[in-house]
C-alpha cells in the first residue's frame, strides 16, 4: 500500500543539529522529497534524492537514503529559528509516471532560540 | 509570473453552492497538479494534466469534483454541490517534465464551506 510516516514534532535548540526522520512504503519509489512549510505559506521544495543514491549534501541540508530499510532522513546543520515550519517527505512511486506524490503528515520543527 | 499562482487565496461559500479555484502555473511547465491538504495532514492528490488532459484523476474524491486546462497552462478545479468536508486548503504544483521531478507550488486556496 502506500504510506508515508514520519515522528509529528521536533524540538530543537538555535544552533543544533535537527534530523527529521521518514519512512515509506514502496521499494519501487524513484524519488524522495523534503519539502518545507511555513505557516499560511505552500510547499517549498528543499531537496530529493534519487533513489540510486544513498546521500546527497546541499549547504545546510543533508539527505540520507537507506532503501533496504526505506527510510530517508533530513539533517539540518546549525539549526536556525528561521528553520521552523512542518518538513514533509514524500515519494514518488516507480509505478507511476504522472509525477504524482505521496506525503507524510509532516514534522513539526521548533527550534528554539 | 516567477512561481505558481493561485487565486483565490481565501475562499469562504455556503454548504451546497459551486466554486472554482484558479492556478496559474510557472509558464513553460507542461505537467500540472491538484492536491487537497486538510488540517494537520500532508497534502493528498487529487489530478494531474499533462498539455491539456488530464492524464491521472484517480485522486479525485468523487464526481462534484472536475477539474479542467483548456488550452494547457491556467487550470480550474471546479466543486459543485460543496460539503463542510470539503473544506482544506486547495494546492497547485507544476513540473517543467512529465515526470515532475521537480515540482513546484503555489500558496495555495484555503476553501471554507459554511
Known amino acids: 500500500g502506500e504510506d508515508v510516516e514520519q515522528s509529528l514534532f521536533l524540538s530543537v535548540r538555535e544552533g543544533d543539529s535537527s534530523v527529521i526522520n521518514c519512512t515509506y512504503t514502496?521499494?519501487?519509489?524513484?524519488?524522495l522529497y523534503w519539502y518545507k512549510q511555513e505557516p499560511g505559506a505552500g510547499l517549498q521544495l528543499l531537496t530529493y534524492?534519487?533513489?540510486?543514491?544513498d546521500m546527497k549534501q546541499d549547504q545546510r541540508l543533508t539527505v540520507l537514503l537507506n532503501k533496504k530499510d526505506k527510510h530517508l532522513s533530513l539533517r539540518i546543520a546549525d539549526t536556525q529559528t528561521g528553520d521552523s515550519a512542518i518538513y514533509f517527505c514524500?515519494?514518488?512511486?516507480?509505478?507511476?509516471?504522472?509525477?504524482?506524490?505521496?506525503f507524510g503528515q509532516g514534522t513539526t520543527l521548533q527550534v528554539k532560540p | 509570473g516567477a512561481g505558481v499562482s493561485q487565486t483565490p487565496s481565501n475562499k469562504v461559500t455556503e454548504k451546497g453552492k459551486y466554486v472554482e479555484l484558479r492556478c496559474d502555473p510557472i509558464s513553460g511547465h507542461t505537467a500540472l497538479y491538484w492536491y487537497r491538504q486538510s488540517l494537520g495532514q500532508g497534502p493528498e492528490f487529487l489530478i494531474y494534466?499533462?498539455?491539456?488532459?488530464?492524464?491521472?484523476d484517480s485522486g479525485l474524491p468523487n464526481d462534484r469534483f472536475f477539474a479542467v486546462r483548456p488550452e494547457g497552462s491556467v487550470s480550474t478545479l471546479k466543486i459543485q454541490r460543496t460539503e463542510r468536508g470539503d473544506s482544506a486548503v486547495y494546492l497547485c504544483?507544476?513540473?517543467?517534465?512529465?515526470?515532475?521531478?521537480?515540482?513546484?507550488f503555489g500558496q495555495g486556496t484555503r476553501l471554507t464551506v459554511v
Open positions: 514502496d521499494s519501487s519509489s524513484t524519488y
Open positions: 534524492i534519487f533513489s540510486n543514491m
Open positions: 504544483a507544476s513540473s517543467l517534465n512529465p515526470q515532475g521531478t521537480e515540482a513546484f
Open positions: 494534466f499533462q498539455g491539456t488532459g488530464a492524464a491521472d
Open positions: 514524500a515519494e514518488m512511486q516507480g509505478s507511476s509516471n504522472t509525477g504524482k506524490l505521496i
